[in-house]
């Protein structure tokens, strides 16, 4: 098989032993906007494996824009009712014939499985641009780079920031990490297509720079559930509350009907996403090397996930009210605003 060296540039972290704030319009670049579908994206043929919400969207947005996309799902009928493009049979078949393969899935072992399971991208990667874009950890980024080198592929990590309303309107805010420089130029035309691309630096830095974030999504998300308590509790009018925190904290304003009104449907984050990204980030954290620091703050964040997530795992991250709840049942959500 065709063997890539790993350059000097290639990067590891010594930590390393082996779904997100929306991002309004500002942070959108020009490549990011509606280009149209003509110009040189009409020859680049990209695949999208994972079709989920997340990658439903990519797949979506590389269309509109003139990118030529082919789909793979593990649940098949999920990609077909896409009716976006080629339904591919495996990872190594949408990777065949594919210039760009995107991977967007759950966590480390559905990334593992897409890319070294039976038929998976690995068996037809030489000569690829690799993006995988979920969020997975550093562990199985290292593992990535090291399968990436010896088949002759160029891997781009590329967690993002922000969720579907994001891709769709081109605004994400992309952490990109690559070995070298033109590895990332090679994929700039996809990415910029669905938002911002903010190099990082080396393979493995994105992964870890990506799990801080949620971390934070996560604790100012509880943070901001125990204040809106509070301040009902002593009278206070519950949308004045919420209007004073998103002054704080705009991100917010998204989740309006979660943390005012107890709706949390349709889902933006998962709670049991959110809890995988605070698990993976507090391993990394107790991993760090010479740290005597510990992650008091991030540890307790995660008890109150775990405890929503365990009843009401699909609901939106918003659902972290139900924490402080005291007159609404958990399983009983809103479905109108009276």
Not at 241 to 261: C, H, N, S, Y
Request: charged letters at 20%.
């Amino acid at each position: 098989m065709p063997r890539r060296d790993s350059p000097p540039g290639t990067t590891f972290p010594a930590l390393v032993d082996e779904r997100d704030f929306d991002v309004g319009p500002e942070s959108r670049t020009r490549s990011g906007g509606d280009e149209g579908t003509g110009g040189p994206q009409a020859e680049t043929r990209v695949a999208v494996l994972g079709t989920g919400r997340m990658g439903a969207a990519i797949a979506q947005r590389l269309k509109a824009g003139g990118f030529q996309v082919s789909v793979w799902d593990r649940t098949k009928a999920k990609a077909e009712a896409l009716n976006i493009g080629r339904v591919a049979d495996s990872p190594a078949d949408a990777t065949r014939k594919a210039d760009v393969v995107i991977s967007m899935v759950t966590g480390p072992q559905a990334v593992r499985e897409v890319y070294f399971g039976p038929e998976g991208v690995f068996e037809a990667a030489a000569n690829k641009t690799i993006i995988e874009m979920s969020t997975a950890g550093p562990g199985v980024a290292l593992e990535l780079a090291h399968a990436a080198a010896l088949n002759g592929a160029r891997l781009i990590e590329a967690p993002v920031m922000g969720s579907v309303p994001a891709v769709l309107s081109g605004s994400l805010v992309i952490l990109a990490g690559a070995a070298v420089a033109e590895d990332l130029e090679a994929a700039r035309p996809v990415l910029q297509r669905l938002g911002e691309v903010h190099h990082v630096g080396g393979l493995g830095s994105a992964p870890v720079l990506k799990l801080i974030v949620n971390s934070l999504l996560a604790i100012v998300s509880a943070a901001a559930a125990e204040l809106m308590a509070a301040g009902t509790r002593l009278g206070l009018d519950r949308e004045q509350v919420f209007w004073a925190l998103t002054r704080i904290a705009p991100g917010f304003k998204v989740r309006e009907a979660g943390f005012v009104r107890n709706v949390h449907e349709p889902t933006l984050f998962a709670m049991r996403d959110m809890l995988k990204d605070l698990d993976l980030g507090l391993s990394l954290y107790g991993r760090a090397s010479g740290s005597d620091s510990t992650s008091p703050l991030t540890s307790l964040t995660r008890e109150l996930f775990a405890r929503v997530a365990s009843q009401a795992p699909g609901l939106d991250l918003s659902a972290i009210v139900n924490a402080y709840s005291t007159d609404l049942p958990l399983e009983r959500q809103q479905k109108e605003v009276a």
